[in-house]
């Protein structure tokens, strides 16, 4: 019983929508396959393969609208809970009481087969878009996945070709396949990469990881002004602050996963007070998300990253959604992203064209810099982020007992850019 609450509780949340948590939203949203229309079994043209989702039975054109605004609404926050679903393996347990379970109803409505429930799992991710393609990329490359699964990831690749280029090594592979439906797509796949055959948009994703670097020796060194009040007192204090952020362990895993951690990461200058050492923390990238797992020791810090590393579904309760690609202005993210006056969520305020001379990161000529927001009513935090580069300003202040931080990245290093202000 114990075990049991403790799970509960330290479970993730589900996302929510509409008032209905996510497990709710997929008892409508239907199951997906990609399939040849011929029905023949013989090798169609390209034309002759298709996608679909079949909604449940009695679902009208609404209902279908209202899951597909459910979902696109949630976005990639439900990755890590369908990915157990998308993996789901033949040959289990519940394959051997296939009988006994067919006998109820109720009992066979909340026990799916493990394809029942890729492709639940598939018409779910469907509805994402190309905002999933990340994480497919992830999932495709990985033989292991099922056959079924990774035909969908390569379909969603042929949709958009000009995104999906860094699976063009895997598609290639695939195409050698002894299933002949992922074979199929597969071959289509990388025609419409290597020719263009089949026109997209232009880019709007890329690994999360490509947000805030996360190789092992990369170094951010920030100055600015801190303020805090002095305990148990009315006074306030203040001081210049020299503080530096390196990540000391870096871990890959699965699905294009990455766990870092990280010294001194810098929200924690919230609070500061003198003579504070840098902390540890957890970086997590998957998909297209960034978390933030605070930690206690360095023990706990490795054990963290390297679990996530190798599972990345397994976000700890715990975990702040920190970032989600892209970033658009106006766009809205963890915490209660549903309220309207873009308080208690990350919020992008605005995204503009900025030079930086950073040593360690010179560009010369304008990149995109992000302003992303969290505003509560007792405190906010501003940071401006640029892609590759990480947090390059950072902003606290507490609307009532004085305490404030407003740095700026003054050098960066990675280990292929080697000493400070090296390029």
Known sequence: MIAVISWHLLSPKLPEYGGKSLDEWMKRTGTGRVVYVSGTGTAPSPARVTFGVRFPKGR??????????????????????????????????????????KQSS????????????RQRAVAAISMLGEDALPFL??????????????????????????????????LKTAQRSPDPLLALVS?????????????GPPS???????????????????????EWTV????????????????????YRGRYNAEAAIVRGFVNELAWYTPGQTPALSVLLSVSNCVYWIKVGSQKEAEMTAQELAIAPHNVPRTAELLLEWPLIQGKRWGGDANRTDNFYCWYVEEAKNVQHRVPGFQSYRPVTT?????????????????????????????????ASADVRLISFKTPETGAKGAK
Not at 189 to 198: F, M, Q, R
Not at 204 to 225: C, F, N, V
């Open 137 to 170: 990329t992830g999932i495709f490359e990985d033989e292991q996945t099922p056959a079924d699964v990774r035909a969908f990831a390569a379909y969603v690749f042929r949709r958009y070709p000009g995104r999906a280029k860094g699976s063009l090594k895997a």
């Open 204 to 226: 709007l994703q890329r690994a999360a990881s490509g947000l805030i670097p996360m190789a092992r020796g990369t170094e951010w060194i920030y100055e600015g002004h801190v």
């Open 187 to 199: 071959s289509q796949a990388t025609e419409a990469i290597e020719k263009g055959t089949l026109a």
């Open 231 to 250: 305990p148990g007192m009315a006074s306030v204090e203040s001081t210049n602050l020299h503080w530096t952020a390196e990540v000391i362990g870096s």
């Open 370 to 402: 992000y302003t992303i927001a969290y505003r509560t009513n007792p405190d906010h935090q501003l940071v401006e982020i640029v892609p590759d580069l990480g947090f390059t300003h950072y902003v606290y202040g507490h609307h009532g007992t004085v």
């Open 106 to 117: 109720w009992i066979e409505e909340r026990f799916p087969t493990p394809l029942e429930q």
């Open 60 to 101: 009208s054109k609404s209902d279908a609208d209202e899951c597909r605004a459910a979902m696109k609404s949630m976005g990639t926050n439900t990755l890590p809970f369908l990915q157990p679903m998308l993996l789901a393996r033949d040959g289990t347990i519940r394959d051997r009481l296939e009988p006994w379970i």
